[in-house]
Each structure stands twice: as C-alpha cells, then as structure tokens.
C-alpha cells in the first residue's frame, strides 16, 4: 500500500517490489494511478504465502475499505490476517513484511 502525494492510500499487487516501485516512480504506463499521483512512500507492505489468485482477493478487499479501515491497517499491518479469513483459500497465510518504510 502506499501512500501517494495526494494522499491517497495505493493498494497493489506485485511478484518484484523493487521492479513495481521503480514503476510508480518514473510514471511508467503500467502505473497509471501513480503517474498522476507520485508515491511517497511505502505505507504498508505484505508477504502472501498462496496463489496469484489469493494476492488478487486481498488486493481486491483492501480496495473494497473504507479510507479508516485501510489508515487502520497501516497502522497495525500485522491486523491484515485477522480481517482477511474470508477473502484467502485454504492454505494462505500472511505475515506483514515491511510496517512502514520510507522511499
């Protein structure tokens, strides 16, 4: 997730972070919300344990929040888990990777 010069809290989904951030930071056409809106730092960031199509779920569900709900999981990232039981298959877990990390 993060948080862009707007305010605006991105949620996304990438297999290479470090490929994504260089992305959203040079207004690539891949990013399209972040061209306009330019990152400014990584407000909170998960590794999933399960398929592409778990990460696609959880993506979904934190789009689908409340800008209270996703402030909330930004500030306690490792709550994810607990609010997804319904949105991941059997077999995926989460653990948070990075709570906040500036960029």
Do not use: Q
């Amino acid at each position: 997730m993060l948080e862009c010069e707007n305010g605006a809290l991105y949620t996304g989904y990438t297999t290479d972070l470090d490929r994504r951030m260089r992305e959203h930071r040079g207004g690539s056409r891949r990013a399209k919300f972040t061209a306009g809106f330019r990152p400014v730092r990584i407000a909170a960031c998960w590794r999933l344990w399960g398929t592409r199509s778990d990460a696609l779920k959880v993506e979904a569900y934190i789009k689908g929040m409340s800008r209270a709900e996703k402030e909330t999981l930004v500030a306690g990232p490792e709550d994810l888990g607990k609010m997804l039981s319904a949105a991941l298959t059997d077999g995926a877990s989460l653990s948070p990777e990075s709570a906040v990390m500036e960029i």
